[in-house]
């Protein structure tokens, strides 16, 4: 989301018709997406720098939180270059970004995130408990709708030699915006078709992040998508 209710207002006259977009069930706002989350657990493991799925190196690790396991990487290269020498034993990750990868939850860390002992956060925090969420409660996908702004197709080879497709929309609620993206065999015919100023609604979006902010992913197993236009209505 941009944060600052902030979108080019001659964009929106060239798009908009001015007209109040309602929410039907189960859309939410955009402002109403997750935005930082507090977890405690114990580090298993370390990995990294490794590509994540945008190709780009960043540093990993996994968390055991009770009998739940749950991947930690960085949100982008370098945005928690210290990942590898946090505390050892139970320690407590304050203000990390939920998310997931291929249907599984994971959490980004970044320069807004703090990873410290458990004993030091219950020295910081009075209700330590409230503050924290169970990993296995973590919520990781959204249910938005609103007008798209714009629409880019891009792609390329990875390092390794394997083809890459990306799709990316922006799209606006009446008070915010966020990127939508669909990445290779999840990019659809309907998508490629669809133009500015075109009504999407999607359900299970997955949730993700990008320089910090939030980014709705497409999986086309799990993700409902409907796009309206003024002559007709598309299912991707």
């Known amino acids: 989301m941009d944060g600052n209710n ?10 908009y018709d001015g007209q109040e977009i309602i929410m039907s069930t189960p859309s939410e706002k955009l402002q109403q997406i997750p935005q930082r989350v507090s977890v405690t657990g114990k580090f298993t493991g370390a990995w990294g720098p490794l590509p ?11 968390l055991m939180a009770g009998m739940k396991q749950i991947t930690i ?3 982008q290269p370098g945005s928690f270059p210290k990942l590898h020498d946090c505390p050892n034993g139970e320690i407590v ?14 959490l980004y860390v970044d320069k807004n995130t703090r990873i410290i002992s458990r004993q030091d956060a219950e020295q910081e925090y009075d209700n330590l408990s409230q503050k924290l969420t169970r990993v296995g409660l973590l919520r990781t996908r959204a249910n938005v709708e609103g007008i798209i702004l714009c629409i880019a197709k891009r792609s390329g080879k990875r390092l390794d030699g394997k083809p890459w497709a990306m799709l990316s929309m922006h799209l ?8 939508v993206a669909a990445f290779g065999s999840s990019i659809t015919g309907a998508m ?15 949730i993700g992040w990008r320089n910090g ?24």
């Open 192 to 206: 490629e078709e669809t133009r500015p100023g075109d009504t999407l609604k999607m359900t299970g979006a997955e």
């Open 73 to 75: 990487e960085e949100s």
């Open 213 to 236: 902010l939030p980014q709705l992913r497409i999986d086309i197993r799990s993700t409902r998508l409907s796009f309206k236009r003024k002559e007709s209505l598309l299912e991707g």
């Open 6 to 15: 902030l979108v080019n207002d001659e964009l929106l006259k060239s798009i």
């Open 172 to 179: 606006w609620d009446g008070e915010h915006v966020v990127e």
């Open 52 to 62: 994540n799925h945008f190709g780009e190196p960043v540093l990993g690790a996994m």
């Open 93 to 106: 990750i304050i203000d990390a970004l939920p998310g997931v990868w291929r249907g599984q939850a994971r």
